[in-house]
Nanobody, 121 residues
Framework: QVQLVESGGGLVQAGGSLRLSCAAS????????MAWYRQAPGKQRELVAAITSGGSPNYADSVKGRFTISRDNAKNTVYLQMNSLKPEDTAVYYC???????????????WGQGTLVTVSS
């Protein structure tokens, strides 16, 4: 079984920065694309940023120029550096990964438990 564990959320003032981390753990697996989503109170979950296994990123228009997604394949970890944070960035942030397991052979999309980011004005 493969699990994602996020860390790095918290409370920050507007204009500040936070760095989220998400580490995958388990046995006999490979990770393909990874992504960060967020869900604000009363709103649908939305894609924030994604990154391919080769390191090519994509961003939601609302975070372009402020957020940076990166990954360390050796550590099975994806990061989200968030700068110039705004109150509207307040949400629970979820890590997502496309994974292939080998015993048994399966293709899965898995989610972390979420980490709360609160940006005060």
């Amino acid at each position: 079984q493969v699990q994602l564990v996020e860390s790095g959320g918290g409370l920050v003032q507007a204009g500040g920065s936070l760095r989220l981390s998400c580490a995958a753990s388990g046995n006999s697996f490979s990770i393909h694309a990874m992504a960060w989503y967020r869900q604000a109170p009363g709103k649908q979950r939305e894609l924030v940023a994604a990154i391919t296994s080769g390191g090519s990123p994509n961003y939601a228009d609302s975070v372009k120029g402020r957020f940076t997604i990166s990954r360390d394949n050796a550590k099975n970890t994806v990061y989200l550096q968030m700068n110039s944070l705004k109150p509207e960035d307040t949400a629970v942030y979820y890590c997502n990964a496309a994974v292939t397991t080998y015993a048994p052979p399966r293709y899965l999309e898995i989610w972390g438990q979420g980490t709360l980011v609160t940006v005060s004005s």
